[in-house]
């Protein structure tokens, strides 16, 4: 069963981005010897991180894709995505462009669901020193973006994770223990949805 996690480049003042710390992180540590984990950066560039995962859906369909990316305002919070946006996306990204009309995929539905219920998910895990919480708004820049992409291409087998900043108490290594607590129980969701 291949699993793909990508995580995010440098942009603005974030020099290491913790997202692509805690997926190297999670790859160190595996998720058992079903799953065959594999990871890429992306960068905070719109149609690169599109084009990417379209990509990685056409050429290695894998069971589920996570993305993970940095959430500036989450000081010490995990947020769950449920869903992504088609539009409104008029940021600039690290190159200073945005998407033709602010969209990802023309004529695409307006919003996507993960097949993962993060909800369920939400409320069956927790992971000590670290508050996790739901959102249905994973808010309209490339995190958003990548994550209505994938769950377009992957035909909603994608989950999107927002994590913090790296700080004293959020090492890499912490967020990588984390991730690998979450994704254990989603991939308990997918094999539920197998069976």
Known sequence: ????????????????????????????????????????????????????????????????????GLASSAKALIILEQCGKNKGYQEMDACGFHPEGGCCVPDGPEKIESTINMKTLWKNISVEGIDIIFSRDAGRYICDYTYYASLYYGNGRAAFIHVPPLSKSVTADFLGKALQTIILEMLKQCGEERE
């Open 1 to 68: 069963h291949l699993s793909f996690f990508s995580g995010f480049g440098p942009f603005r003042q974030y020099l290491v981005n913790s997202s692509w710390e805690a997926v190297k992180e999670l790859s160190k540590r595996g998720l058992g010897k079903n799953i065959d984990l594999r990871i890429m950066q992306l960068p905070v560039v719109y149609q690169k991180a599109k084009e990417q995962v379209s990509m990685l859906w056409t050429t290695l369909q894998p069971l589920l894709t996570v993305h993970v």
